[in-house]
């Protein structure tokens, strides 16, 4: 299960091995730029630069830093005993030593472990040997790291039908952190989900937060997705000009124009393909491929 061929070009990893060299002169970040501006789409790491680090890590989020990606996006889901981890899969299997350390707890779902067991697992070994020992981050430690980067936020409530209430969870640790004031409410911060409930409970307790909705909506449907939310997240195969088009005509929760962030993108074509449907933001593994793409 460790075994992986990471899916880049050699000119794509021998400049991110650079990046991780001490003492590089592309080490230094570049300054942030605001997401959905009008200078183009806004590129946001995938999973922090999950084509180059182990995806939801720390290090994945600390590379896509290095790169100078202000945005990153991740996935939240909630643990036996109330603590929110980020990670994709409701299973621990596919990017953790799980299986190993706990070979009697089939199918390994997130939701049937602790938060002290899920801190002993290793997260980085199945990506490559140079992460092992990465962990999996609590959301408090995560959101803690991505202040420390003066980087942003695009945090998925991942599978809420299987936490009842994780959004009043989510609300509560983004209080705590700090992230719910103005300025990261207003700057920093959007919560996205797959579920139109989770989207609109998120809106109800805080209506202030800017709100995302993955999936594609009927262009019949879209106004209803308005009332709750600021942005329809599709991914990128089922999009058109004329889709985007659709979205735009529309203004969204907070009375400004509905956006678009498509996913996941991860080649020059595809890239170019959605710049030129107009889309707001790409979600993608390799941030550095799509930057170089639309000339961000």
Do not use: C
């Amino acid at each position: 299960m460790y075994a992986r061929t990471v899916s880049a070009t050699a000119a794509a990893l021998l400049g991110v091995t650079a990046l991780l060299l001490p003492g590089s002169a592309t080490q230094a970040a570049a300054p942030a730029t605001p997401a959905w501006s009008n200078d183009g789409p806004a590129v946001i790491a995938h999973r922090g630069a999950s084509a180059y680090a182990p995806e939801n890590t720390l290090a994945a989020i600390d590379l896509a830093d290095r790169m100078g990606f202000a945005w990153v996006e991740n996935d939240v889901q909630r643990t036996k005993d109330g603590e929110l981890v980020v990670v994709h899969d409701d299973s621990l299997a596919r990017t953790t030593n799980v299986e190993q350390l706990f070979p009697g707890r089939s199918p390994w779902k997130i939701k049937d472990f602790t938060a002290a067991e899920i801190a002993t697992l290793d997260a980085g070994s199945w990506f490559g040997s140079d992460f092992a020992g990465a962990r999996v981050p609590t959301l408090k430690q995560y959101v803690n790291r991505v202040e420390r980067n003066h980087q942003k936020l695009l945090l998925e409530i991942k599978k809420p039908e299987l936490y009842p209430g994780i959004e009043k969870d989510t609300l509560r640790v983004l209080g705590r952190e700090g992230w719910l004031n103005r300025h990261h409410v207003k700057h920093k911060l959007v919560i996205q989900s797959f579920g139109a409930d989770s989207v609109k409970a998120v809106h109800a307790q805080r209506p202030d937060i800017t709100t995302g909705f993955l999936g594609t909506p009927a262009v019949a449907d879209l106004p209803k997705y308005a009332a709750f939310t600021d942005q329809i997240n599709p991914t990128h195969t089922s999009l058109t000009a004329d889709y985007v088009a659709a979205v735009h005509k529309l203004k969204g929760a907070h009375g400004k124009q509905l956006k678009v962030n498509t996913w996941t993108v991860n080649t020059t074509a595809a890239a170019v393909r959605v710049h030129d449907f107009g889309v707001d933001g790409i979600i993608t593994n390799n941030p550095d491929v799509v930057r170089d793409a639309v000339g961000r």
